[in-house]
């Protein structure tokens, strides 16, 4: 056997680096999760198990039917192999069944302990985490928190990371999601492919790219994440780097740098990208494209204070729909290279404050469409802007944001409200 | 030189064959577009070239400054001249003109035949002689097409207008462009706007390259036998199609008794892995249809789509089908869609991951709302309303915040899907969160 891919971790600042820290509800009616609480459940020094054998027993008992499915944690004995191991079977009060040999000879005097949460997602944890698996996170700061080195999940089976408040499941929003603090550590991925869920969760570090996929073939989804960088000079430096031949979907995410660094939320490199409902601010720019781009998607989005463009590449096909760019200093969309590598369609965005130009671009064919622009060095700059039979229906107002900087909602009176594309049937 | 990048042809029912059809604003303030007039500005029966030579000459003359940029058409009879459309871009006196390039071929054209403006009379026209960056407006009226037509320039823009060329026309005041049983091959970036197209043939447009832009058009295929497509892209042995396609306001229709389809994607290659890889649909309808739009299995390539505020309606299989068999990195994104009925199912997936499925109405699949061939758990199904399906989902799995409520139609059959009072999809937009 192995550990389960049905399992769910727990990770709180109140765990313990030696507990469990694992649950797989393998006898339902049964087992009872001891996973979410501090402390272990049971805590032993004497186990001993026969060579070859799963069977680990214990002269001072305290195994219960309920800890099966619990994880141990074996952190010590002589010939035990440290890890992590599912209690599988409950044989008597003082032996019961793991996943696997937890020994390479005769084992005795070993150390474990069964549930209790783990107090970080350390290099254990992830080597044990496997596709299938969550690991839940806990609300509250995990200071100096090592690197997440992840490996492969499977093509069609995922990995995932979620935060949470008071119970697994609530979705916290704010400060009330956990944060991991990585200094200059970084969340990466290596292997053949990773499906990787993150969730709930905000994310600090300085790294140059705070999640940063070594190989291709890397696929992720973010919910609800906040990634900021916290690098004070330097750069280029990224939240998040793009792993080719992989696709990121976000969706309600944030992406921040800090003053002095040349930071950029995303550079897609390759990856197919799209991004819902999610806020770049206070970056050199949001999402930039190195080289070539798989397809970006980029709806409903708020980029504000942007040291050059939100939106900056070349070659990229673009889809740009419903976003808010405000405070840029050169552009809000900037698409750089010439020539009939065209395709780019922005309609219903509203492009406030840009130096530049709202929309710049040098390719060609695009549609630009039923966008505001005010307050830009010019709405579009384009070579081809003169015969731009595709660029029409678009406005120059006040957008009349509540507070610009801090709420891009309009004001009752904005002329953008309810300005709209609204689909005709039987066009 | 060549026929100038940004010029305008104009093509109009009341239009002549022999006319000039085309201006390039080439010195604005003196030069005046003679192509948006019925009839031909200036008639041309003795035009004399020497070889190799861009002067034309008459001696009848009538040559005007306000004639450059105009294209003049040459047509056949007469001596050595080389029929087809040039742009006259110098006026030297009433009695010669320069063309962008020499006339001639063989030998010193004498009795010459050309027409100085004047709308053209076919988009057919058009799409074999216009160059790169060309825009063609096409007044209102009905134009039937005559043989099926492979796209010549590579960035080609084709308009519909009804009264005035600032102003997109809708419903029936597009033009219409009946293609028979023809259709139009594209080659490469080609851009229609505000028109109609219906045909019969196996397909109304044959996409061969990446870049094929719709805004606010028709296409119906009105066979009713066979496999028929409104669009059809094939990309054997080509590359990077049909990347960077977008349809904007669009609606795809078929008729009972064909399989249908309102676009197909075929014959991707490992070359085109990356530049293919981004189709967008945006407020587009697809409706009486067999599938809305399909993408065939391939063991390389793909098609990640987009599709935004689309509905789909009356299908007679899968509104959308990506039943790959292999694995493939490009996602599905639909979102804020409305599906109401399909025979079997609205989506249907295969070895694609990381879909977002989000803020879409699903209602009336017989099979399943979402459907992935194989057991795939990475699809991010959040925010949706599935009604009357056969069941919401089979080899994926439901995410959050999904309802199960008769969405409350106003009037599907008539084709209205907006909510009526009281839906519960009303207001089921996402408001994006500052400092999320």
């Known amino acids: 056997m192995s550990l389960p891919t049905t399992a769910n971790w727990e990770v709180r600042i109140t765990g313990n680096a030696n507990n469990g820290g694992g649950f797989n509800n393998r006898i339902p009616g049964t087992s009872i999760d001891y996973s979410q609480q501090n402390a272990s459940q049971l805590s032993k020094a004497d186990l001993a198990c026969a060579a070859g054998s799963t069977t680990v027993t214990s002269a001072t008992n305290g195994f219960t039917p309920q800890m099966v499915g619990n994880y141990m944690r074996i952190r010590a004995g002589a010939n035990f192999t440290v890890g992590f191991y599912e209690i599988v079977q409950f044989n008597g009060v003082g032996s019961i069944e793991l996943d696997r040999v937890p020994v390479t000879g005769i084992g005795a005097n070993g150390v474990a302990e069964v549930g209790g949460a783990q107090i970080q997602i350390s290099a254990a944890v992830v080597s044990d985490f496997i596709a299938g698996n969550t690991i839940h996170v806990k609300t509250g700061t995990y200071a100096a928190h090592p690197n997440i080195a992840l490996t492969d999940s499977g093509q069609f089976t995922v990995k995932a990371i979620s935060g949470y408040d008071v119970v697994r499941g609530d979705a916290p929003i704010g400060n009330n999601r956990p944060l991991l603090q990585l200094g200059v550590n970084k969340i990466s991925y290596s292997g053949v492919v990773l499906n990787l869920e993150i969730k709930n969760l905000r994310i600090e570090s300085s790294n140059t790219k705070v999640i940063d996929p070594i190989n291709t073939n890397f696929n992720l989804f973010l919910k609800n994440v906040k990634i900021t960088h916290t690098a004070i000079a330097g750069g280029p430096l990224y939240c998040l780097y793009g792993s080719a031949g992989g696709n990121y979907t976000i969706l309600d995410c944030e992406f921040s740098g800090t003053a002095g660094a040349i930071s950029y939320g995303i550079n897609p490199f390759g990856t197919a990208l799209t991004v819902l409902n999610s806020h770049f601010h206070d970056l050199t720019s949001g999402i930039v494209l190195a080289g070539g781009s798989s397809g970006l998607n980029v709806l409903f989005c708020i980029f504000n204070r942007m040291a050059q463009s939100a939106i900056v590449g070349s070659e990229m096909s673009s889809c740009i729909i419903n976003n808010t760019f405000a405070n840029c200093g050169r552009s809000g969309f900037q698409n750089v290279i010439a020539g009939v590598i065209g395709g780019d369609l922005v309609i219903n965005n509203t492009f406030s404050d840009c130096i530049t130009a709202g929309m710049e671009t040098l390719s060609d064919p695009f549609i630009c469409r039923n966008n505001n622009f005010y307050g830009c060095g010019v709405p579009v700059l384009s070579s081809a802007f003169r015969s731009l039979r595709l660029c029409d229906n678009n406005t120059y107002v006040n957008p009349q944001f509540v507070a610009p900087g801090s709420n891009y909602a309009l004001q009752r009176t904005s002329g953008l409200i309810d300005r709209a594309f609204s689909m005709r049937l039987g066009v | 030189m060549a026929l100038s990048y940004w010029t305008d042809w104009e093509v109009r029912t009341t239009g002549n064959t022999n006319n000039g059809g085309g201006f390039f604003n080439r010195v604005p303030g003196?030069?005046?577009?003679?192509?948006?007039?019925?009839?031909?500005?200036?008639?041309?029966?003795?035009?004399?070239?020497?070889?190799?030579?861009?002067?034309?000459?008459?001696?009848?003359?009538?040559?005007?400054?306000?004639?450059?940029?105009?294209?003049?058409?040459?047509?056949?009879?007469?001596?050595?001249?080389?029929?087809?459309?040039?742009?006259?871009?110098?006026?030297?006196?009433?009695?010669?003109?320069?063309?962008?390039?020499?006339?001639?071929?063989?030998?010193?054209?004498?009795?010459?035949?050309?027409?100085?403006?004047?709308?053209?009379?076919?988009?057919?026209?058009?799409?074999?002689?216009?160059?790169?960056?060309?825009?063609?407006?096409?007044?209102?009226?009905?134009?039937?097409?005559?043989?099926?037509?492979?796209?010549?320039?590579?960035?080609?823009?084709?308009?519909?207008?009804?009264?005035?060329?600032?102003?997109?026309?809708?419903?029936?005041?597009?033009?219409?462009?009946?293609?028979?049983?023809?259709?139009?091959?594209?080659?490469?970036?080609?851009?229609?706007?505000?028109?109609?197209?219906?045909?019969?043939?196996?397909?109304?447009?044959?996409?061969?390259?990446?870049?094929?832009?719709?805004?606010?058009?028709?296409?119906?295929?009105?066979?009713?036998?066979?496999?028929?497509?409104?669009?059809?892209?094939?990309?054997?042995?080509?590359?990077?199609?049909?990347?960077?396609?977008?349809?904007?306001?669009?609606?795809?229709?078929?008729?009972?008794?064909?399989?249908?389809?309102?676009?197909?994607?075929?014959?991707?290659?490992?070359?085109?892995?990356?530049?293919?890889?981004?189709?967008?649909?945006?407020?587009?309808?697809?409706?009486?249809?067999?599938?809305?739009?399909?993408?065939?299995?391939?063991?390389?390539?793909?098609?990640?789509?987009?599709?935004?505020?689309?509905?789909?309606?009356?299908?007679?299989?899968?509104?959308?089908?990506?039943?790959?068999?292999?694995?493939?990195?490009?996602?599905?994104?639909?979102?804020?869609?409305?599906?109401?009925?399909?025979?079997?199912?609205?989506?249907?997936?295969?070895?694609?991951?990381?879909?977002?499925?989000?803020?879409?109405?699903?209602?009336?699949?017989?099979?399943?709302?979402?459907?992935?061939?194989?057991?795939?758990?990475?699809?991010?199904?959040?925010?949706?309303?599935?009604?009357?399906?056969?069941?919401?989902?089979?080899g994926c799995v439901l995410g959050v915040d999904n309802i199960g409520l008769n969405p409350l139609w106003v009037n599907p059959a008539g084709d209205d899907f907006n909510f009526g009072a009281g839906s519960p999809c009303i207001d089921n937009a996402i408001g994006t969160r500052l400092g999320v």
Request: a neutral charge; one cysteine or more; hydrophobic letters at 40%.
């Open chain 2, 30 to 394: 003196a030069s005046i577009d003679y192509s948006q007039q019925n009839a031909s500005q200036l008639s041309l029966t003795d035009g004399a070239c020497l070889l190799a030579s861009v002067t034309l000459t008459s001696v009848i003359g009538g040559f005007t400054a306000g004639m450059i940029g105009n294209l003049i058409q040459i047509r056949a009879g007469g001596v050595n001249f080389v029929a087809g459309f040039y742009e006259i871009v110098l006026v030297n006196s009433a009695n010669s003109v320069n063309l962008d390039r020499t006339p001639v071929a063989a030998g010193n054209g004498t009795g010459g035949l050309g027409e100085v403006g004047g709308a053209i009379a076919s988009i057919e026209t058009f799409i074999i002689n216009g160059t790169h960056y060309n825009t063609c407006f096409v007044k209102s009226g009905t134009y039937t097409f005559t043989a099926w037509r492979s796209q010549v320039g590579s960035i080609l823009r084709i308009f519909g207008y009804d009264i005035s060329r600032t102003v997109s026309p809708t419903g029936n005041n597009r033009p219409l462009i009946q293609l028979s049983t023809f259709y139009i091959q594209q080659t490469a970036s080609l851009e229609f706007e505000n028109l109609r197209f219906t045909g019969s043939a196996t397909q109304l447009i044959l996409g061969k390259a990446r870049g094929l832009m719709a805004t606010n058009c028709t296409f119906e295929n009105t066979n009713g036998a066979g496999a028929r497509y409104c669009i059809y892209f094939d990309a054997t042995l080509m590359g990077n199609a049909p990347g960077r396609s977008r349809f904007l306001s669009c609606e795809f229709k078929g008729t009972a008794g064909a399989t249908s389809y309102g676009f197909k994607y075929v014959g991707q290659s490992q070359i085109q892995t990356d530049y293919a890889a981004h189709i967008g649909f945006i407020f587009c309808f697809f409706h009486d249809l067999t599938y809305g739009y399909q993408c065939d299995q391939s063991a390389y390539g793909d098609s990640g789509a987009l599709f935004f505020k689309c509905i789909f309606a009356r299908i007679g299989g899968d509104s959308i089908r990506c039943s790959f068999v292999v694995a493939n990195k490009y996602p599905l994104v639909v979102v804020f869609c409305s599906f109401y009925g399909a025979t079997a199912n609205h989506l249907n997936i295969g070895y694609k991951c990381n879909n977002l499925i989000y803020g879409n109405t699903f209602d009336s699949a017989v099979a399943f709302a979402c459907l992935d061939t194989v057991t795939n758990l990475f699809w991010h199904i959040d925010s949706n309303n599935f009604w009357n399906n056969g069941a919401p989902v089979s």
